[in-house]
Nanobody
Framework: QVQLVESGGGLVHPGGSLRLSCAAS????????MAWYRQAPGKQRELVAG???????NYIDSVKGRFTISRDNAKKTVYLQMNSLKPEDTAVYYC???????????????????WGQGTQVTVSS
C-alpha cells in the first residue's frame, strides 16, 4: 500500500519561504516519479513540480526560479523548497507518486494513491 504523508505547510508573509516534505513508504521515492500538486479554493488541482526517478525535474511556469523539488532516497522523502512566496501560491499542497515512464512522456502522473489531506500553505501579510 502506498503511503505518502505531507507536512511543512503554514502561514508565511509574501516573500517568505517554506519547505514541504513528503514522507513515503517503502522504495516509492527511488522507483517512481514524484510530484507536488496544489489546489486553491475554487480551482482545479494542478501539478506544481515533478521529479522523475532519474532526477529530471519540471515546474509550472509560475513557480520556476522560486520552487525546487528534490528527493532524498535514503530518507524516503521528497521535498518542495518554496522561496519568494506570493499570495497566489496559497493552496493545499499534495504529493503523489506515479509511473516513471508515463511521467517522462506526459509530464504528469497517474496517481498511485488517492489524494490525502495535503498540507495548507497560506501566503498573506
Amino acid at each position: 500500500q502506498v503511503q505518502l504523508v505531507e507536512s511543512g505547510g503554514g502561514l508565511v508573509h509574501p516573500g517568505g519561504s517554506l519547505r514541504l516534505s513528503c514522507a513515503a513508504s517503502g522504495s516509492i521515492c527511488s522507483i517512481y516519479a514524484m510530484a507536488w500538486y496544489r489546489q486553491a479554493p475554487g480551482k482545479q488541482r494542478e501539478l506544481v513540480a515533478g521529479i522523475a526517478s532519474g532526477g529530471s525535474t519540471n515546474y509550472i511556469d509560475s513557480v520556476k526560479g522560486r520552487f525546487t523539488i528534490s528527493r532524498d532516497n535514503a530518507k524516503k522523502t521528497v521535498y518542495l523548497q518554496m522561496n519568494s512566496l506570493k499570495p497566489e501560491d496559497t493552496a493545499v499542497y499534495y504529493c503523489n507518486a506515479g509511473d516513471n515512464q508515463y511521467y517522462s512522456a506526459y509530464g504528469d502522473l497517474v496517481p498511485l494513491r488517492a489524494w490525502g489531506q495535503g498540507t495548507q500553505v497560506t501566503v498573506s501579510s
